[in-house]
């Protein structure tokens, strides 16, 4: 598929791109003057900053796509503090792996 048809395809779900960059960007720089932008962990900046397209790609694009609404809620978990994890004690894939045991469904096994 060409890069082409795939941006065509995308913006039926995502919305036009500037029209959710501009209104990203806004929710990013309104957010970014609260009292506790400074407080806040690199994980937590970092969800809220994932969060933001998503929420513009509901504004723009197909608010019924699921793929926006949980990727909203997956960023809101990796930033919640019970869900932090030391990058020292844990690798990323042994993280992707309990992540997906805990929130993907389950899936039968291919070789049976």
Known sequence: MSIEKII???SKTHGDFAKVSLMSQQL???LAQGDNW??????QREAIEMICPKLARIMFGNNNTSEHWNDISGYALLAADDYKFNVNDISVEDEIAEFAKKFAPERKDENS
Request: aromatic fraction near 8%.
């Open 38 to 43: 400074a407080k806040l962990t690199d994980q």
């Open 28 to 30: 990013k720089a309104v």
């Open 8 to 10: 065509f395809e995308r």
